[in-house]
């Protein structure tokens, strides 16, 4: 469900991770029956030349999609700026409360119920859509006051048959809102991770089949670590 999946990414994003959209699936070609074919979530990649060597395009994509130039879709098509810059992109700005200009666009093949701009997980608009639901252009303005992002995402409410997928949906990724240098922090983000390392760390622990004293401790020290990534965000939102 890609809107469940989504506010686990928002949650992720306002702990100050940095995570690209992307589409993909962890079915391969035994399952692609039950989900339709293989490729029905696709991710755009803005690069900035087209390359002739097949080994250059495909170093440019990888590379785009690692600096977030990008947007997951199973059919909407979107475009996104906010403060003069592009998905993946950072807003840098002193500290106090800014005006932030956006503006975008969706086309799509079948009929969209809902195009929306997230500002760190909470809508702050929706979007008129015209053209029997397959088209819509925005611009507007969000205040913001502390370190975040803003992203663009169309969805419906019901499966189409051109769509073979729960529904239709697409999202860009956030432009990066950098107010004095920081990175955004949520206590209860945070809290909500915390509790998830500490369910993981107990299982790991009891796990009777790993190959070595070593691999195990090497695992458990991942989740420590993750531990105290997530334990610095909330002291850091709590101070």
Do not use: K
């Given at each position: 469900?890609h809107?469940s999946?989504?506010?686990?990414?928002?949650?992720?994003?306002?702990?100050?991770?940095r995570?690209?959209?992307?589409?993909?699936?962890?079915?391969m070609?035994?399952?692609?029956?039950?989900?339709?074919?293989?490729?029905?979530?696709?991710?755009?990649?803005?690069?900035?030349?087209?390359a002739?060597?097949?080994a250059?395009?495909?170093?440019?994509w990888?590379?785009?999609?690692?600096?977030?130039?990008?947007?997951a879709?199973?059919?909407?098509?979107?475009?996104?700026?906010?403060?003069?810059?592009?998905?993946?992109?950072?807003?840098?700005?002193?500290?106090?409360?800014?005006?932030?200009?956006?503006?975008?666009?969706?086309?799509?093949?079948v009929?969209i119920d809902?195009?929306?701009?997230v500002?760190?997980?909470r809508?702050v608009?929706t979007?008129?859509i015209?053209?029997?639901g397959?088209?819509?252009d925005?611009?507007?303005?969000?205040?913001?006051?502390?370190?975040?992002?803003?992203?663009?995402?169309?969805?419906s409410?019901?499966?189409h048959?051109?769509?073979?997928?729960?529904?239709?949906?697409?999202?860009?990724t956030?432009?990066?809102?950098?107010?004095?240098?920081?990175?955004?922090?949520?206590?209860?983000?945070?809290?909500?991770?915390?509790a998830?390392?500490?369910?993981?760390?107990?299982?790991a622990?009891?796990?009777?089949?790993?190959?070595?004293d070593?691999?195990?401790?090497a695992?458990?020290?991942?989740?420590?670590?993750?531990?105290?990534?997530f334990?610095?965000c909330?002291?850091?939102?709590?101070?």
């Open positions: 469900d809107r999946s989504a506010e686990v990414w928002y949650r992720l994003m306002n702990c100050g991770l995570i690209p959209a992307a589409g993909g699936t962890d079915a070609a035994n399952y692609a029956s039950l989900r339709g074919p293989l490729g029905v979530n696709r991710t755009y990649v803005q690069v900035s030349e087209p002739s060597d097949p250059a395009r495909r170093d440019a990888l590379a785009g999609l690692a600096a977030g130039r990008s947007f879709t199973n059919g909407p098509l979107l475009g996104f700026s906010a403060g003069g810059r592009g998905p993946g992109e950072e807003v840098a700005l002193a500290d106090g409360e800014h005006t932030i200009e956006y503006a975008g666009f969706m086309r799509s093949a009929p809902h195009v929306e701009v500002h760190n997980g809508v608009d979007v008129q015209a053209g029997n397959t088209t819509a925005l611009a507007g303005t969000v205040t913001v006051g502390e370190s975040g992002w803003l992203l663009l995402r169309a969805w409410e019901r499966s048959r051109l769509v073979f997928d729960l529904y239709p949906y697409a999202t860009t956030p432009v990066w809102i950098s107010v004095g240098g920081r990175l955004p922090t949520s206590q209860d983000d945070a809290e909500y991770f915390l998830w390392v500490r369910r993981l760390h107990e299982s622990a009891n796990h009777p089949d790993y190959n070595s070593a691999e195990r401790a695992i458990l020290a991942r989740f420590d670590a993750a531990s105290e990534r334990e610095a909330r002291r850091a939102d709590r101070d």
